[in-house]
């Protein structure tokens, strides 16, 4: 069977931008392929040595959001980076397939360090983390990968280092992966900002109350031009419309509703009034489960320690492979 890997940073709780951009497909094809799902506690360290309380909290949140959103630990192997050294390991010898220059041009990576404000100060743990995302994908011999689409500089460069390790090796030890990113690209921020994120504070998370959620879909943006009701409506840029094309379940009813608001004569009350339906139509059954699972925290955490066992003896079956092919094999 065909195996997926992949993963989270668990800095805070996950968001409609996680459920869109990768949670979706997740739940999706769990049943077709073998999947592992990482709480990536040790990549999230990269940037929180100064708070590492907030990435160990976050691990349980974060395996709270997974199992209330239906990625099912019968058949997925949810697991926790750090407690993997296996995956450190095979990054050790990674970071020496790929070049300072190489890692300083990943587009993900440099959008990241913008982000965070490092300039010349950069974590070197950081800068590096293409080659521990890429000691993830290959240790379990992924050869899919559902992540949002600001990952794709990520599936690209641990194809380089697939392809440079199985040439020093003069044959297939690695598998190269291709990324699954959702059709509708990605979500904006509810502010109208091109990315939802929890550090850009325009983020709706998945254990939002229900009134945390009427709230947002008050400050949702639409269009600044449309100020009368029967003013013309425009749908680029109109995150009202984009979360409608994320989440309402009537695709016929929402058409109609686009066809009116462009012609004019919708409010953009009404378009909030049905996208604030929709969003507690989803995400109510969704906090009700994550609030049934926290109350048992001891099975979570006993059902993160098996999925970690069982992820480590697949990727210790990979470090050996890597490590004879480098010729690391005494005994
Ligand atoms: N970098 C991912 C994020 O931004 C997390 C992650 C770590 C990951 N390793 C991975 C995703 C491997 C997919 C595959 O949250």
């Not at 890692?103 to 404000?117: A, D, H, M, Q, Y």
Request: charged share 25%; proline share 5%.
């Amino acid at each position: 069977m065909k195996v997926i890997l992949t993963g989270d940073r668990p800095t805070g709780p996950l968001h409609l931008g996680h459920y869109v951009g990768s949670l979706q497909n997740r739940v999706l094809y769990q049943r077709q392929y073998r999947q592992f799902v990482m709480l990536a506690d040790a990549q999230a360290l990269t940037d929180n040595m100064e708070d590492t309380a907030k990435v160990s909290r976050n691990v349980l949140e974060v395996a709270l959001d997974y199992l209330a959103v239906g990625i099912d630990p019968e058949v997925s192997t949810i697991f926790i980076q750090s407690q993997v050294p296996e995956l450190a390991e095979l990054a050790f010898y990674y970071l020496n397939l790929v070049t300072v220059a190489r890692l300083e041009r990943n587009p993900t990576v440099k959008e990241e360090i913008r982000l965070r404000g490092f300039e010349r100060d950069i974590p070197a743990g950081f800068l590096a983390y293409p080659a521990s995302q890429a000691a993830d994908i290959t240790a379990f011999r992924a050869s899919l990968v559902p992540v949002g689409e600001d990952q794709l500089p990520m599936i690209e460069q641990s194809n380089e280092i697939v392809r440079r390790l199985n040439r020093i090796a003069g044959r297939e030890i690695l598998l190269e992966a291709k990324a699954l990113v959702p059709k509708i690209g990605r979500l904006p921020g509810i502010d109208g900002k091109a990315k939802m994120s929890k550090s850009l504070g325009n983020a709706l998370s998945l254990s939002a109350t229900a009134k945390e959620i009427r709230d947002a879909v008050k400050k949702v943006y639409t269009d600044p031009l449309h100020l009368k009701v029967e003013d013309p409506g425009h749908l680029e840029g109109n995150v009202a419309f984009a979360y409608l094309d994320a989440f309402d379940p009537d695709r016929d009813g929402l058409e109609e509703l686009k066809a009116c608001y462009v012609r004019g004569g919708v409010a953009d009350s009404l378009a909030k009034a049905r996208l604030e339906e929709c969003l507690q139509e989803l995400l109510g059954p969704i906090r009700a489960r994550r609030e049934e699972l926290s109350r048992d925290k001891g099975e979570v955490i006993s059902m993160l320690q098996k999925g970690t066992e069982l992820a480590r003896e697949e990727a210790a079956k990979t470090v050996c492979d890597v490590k004879s092919a480098l010729g690391l094999a005494y005994f």
